[in-house]
Nanobody
Framework: QVQLVESGGGLVQAGGSLRLSCAAS????????IAWFRQAPGTEREFVAA????????YYANSVKGRFTISRDNAKNTVYLEMNSLKPEDTANYYC??????????????WGQGTQVTVSS
């Protein structure tokens, strides 16, 4: 069992940066790939980025490639999402999830409660 808690969201101007954190409890954290998804009001949850169990592999949605960086520190049971050059269309509630490496919500078993990111123009 893994519990996930996101933090680091907030209000930022377009072009700015934020770093999200996903802190996990449970000794099996390193067994799971971790992904970030986001969901804006009235839309489906969409994939943002994922990192493999060891941190050696990453995958990004085209919409964030080159602007966002996902990383993990297994010693701290934490995954990070560094977000740069933020755009108003990045505004959403951001969720981290633990499961099998993919860009599909169905392969992730454990989910956090989300952290809100708002980018003003």
């Amino acid at each position: 069992q893994v519990q996930l808690v996101e933090s680091g969201g907030g209000l930022v101007q377009a072009g700015g940066s934020l770093r999200l954190s996903c802190a996990a409890s449970g000794r099996t954290f390193s067994y799971y790939s971790i992904a970030w998804f986001r969901q804006a009001p009235g839309t489906e949850r969409e994939f943002v980025a994922a990192v493999t169990e060891s941190g050696g592999g990453t995958y990004y949605a085209n919409s964030v490639k080159g602007r966002f960086t996902i990383s993990r520190d297994n010693a701290k049971n934490t995954v990070y999402l560094e977000m740069n050059s933020l755009k108003p269309e990045d505004t959403a509630n951001y969720y981290c999830a633990a499961g099998v490496f993919s860009d599909r919500t169905a392969t992730y078993t454990y989910w956090g409660q989300g952290t809100q990111v708002t980018v003003s123009s």
